[in-house]
């Protein structure tokens, strides 16, 4: 009787939050470092972006773009309709309503200061980078990511232990009104 009300209780609760809520995640190579190192374990809550969209500075979770069987995780940095503008490593937004801002992002450690671009996201694009810019195949690299490939954010580290806990890549950056206009092609 209790095996039976174990394995009830394992197809009824643990199986569709694991399929349809949370799902595990380890990180594989060093393109968010710091934030997150290689190997460590997340959890990720894939039901949050059914009721509210991806923001700014989200650790999201999503299928690689070329090759769908393959799992990335990213910062959010582009959103719907914004056009971003690197120069030198140097990260500019021009919003959806006009509004020109520079992002300041302390969680970078190692900048990518030889790199220059400027990408317009559609309606349904974002523009993600690892925080580690040198060490990541990120939008940079392959374009905006689609919404229709992301899996869900990041909301819980699990190991290493002494690391543990909620919100583990919480931005710390701020947004600042850009007085000169962002960068020309």
């Known amino acids: ?17 694991r399929v349809f809520i949370v799902s595990p995640f ?14 460590d374990y997340l959890i990720v809550d894939e039901f949050i972006y059914y009721f509210k969209a991806p923001a700014r500075g989200d650790v ?14 990213k910062r959010v940095i582009g959103l719907p309709g914004e ?11 021009t919003t959806a309503d006009g509004e020109n801002l520079t992002l300041t992002e302390p969680y970078i450690v190692n900048e990518d200061a030889t790199y220059t671009k400027k990408v317009s996201l559609n309606a349904k694009e ?17 374009g905006p990511l689609p919404k229709k490939d992301i899996i869900g954010r990041v909301d819980l580290r699990l190991l290493p232990i002494r ?23």
């Open 1 to 17: 009787k209790d095996l039976f009300t174990l394995a009830f209780l394992i197809v009824v609760v643990v199986i569709p939050i």
């Open 26 to 39: 380890i990180v594989d190579g060093e393109s968010m470092h710091p934030t997150f190192k290689n190997l």
């Open 60 to 73: 999201i979770v999503f299928r690689y773009p070329g090759n769908p069987s393959i799992f990335y995780i």
């Open 83 to 93: 056009t971003v503008s690197i120069n030198r490593g140097s990260v500019a937004l």
């Open 126 to 142: 974002y523009f993600v980078m690892g925080d580690n810019r040198p060490n990541s195949s990120d939008s940079r690299v392959w």
């Open 163 to 185: 690391e543990s806990g909620f919100s583990p890549g919480a931005a710390n950056y701020s947004l600042h009104a850009s007085t000169t206009p962002t960068m020309t092609p």
